[in-house]
């Protein structure tokens, strides 16, 4: 986006302090497994498929969302734990978007 004339300061910061504040007040709450598994993992799957700032953050809102159920479907049906059956699930959402952006590329 810098190489392309947007000022991306601004966003950057935004973004840093929304993730900071997240990560600090929800780190007791559900944790460290957890939140790496809501931030990082929706974000790099949707970065695998799409290009596009808007594109990333839509597709890795809804990503988040629906592994974060389905893990929580998961754990209760098979009676595992939820932190663990929500960050499996968002790991073979991840793997899957690699194989189609690696199948789009090609």
Do not use: D, Q
Request: hydrophobic share 60%; net charge positive.
């Amino acid at each position: 986006a810098t190489s392309s004339g947007v000022k991306v300061r601004a966003y950057n910061f935004l973004i840093a302090a929304v993730s900071g504040i997240v990560i600090v007040l929800a780190m007791k709450l559900v944790g460290a497994l957890l939140i790496s598994s809501l931030i990082l993992f929706p974000a790099l799957s949707a970065m695998r498929v799409f290009r596009s700032f808007r594109s990333v953050i839509l597709c890795s809102g809804v990503i988040s969302v629906f592994g974060s159920l389905a893990g929580l479907l998961i754990a209760l049906l098979l009676s595992t734990p939820t932190g663990a059956s929500v960050a499996v699930v968002h790991i073979i959402i991840f793997m899957a978007f690699t194989v189609v952006g690696k199948l789009r590329r090609v």
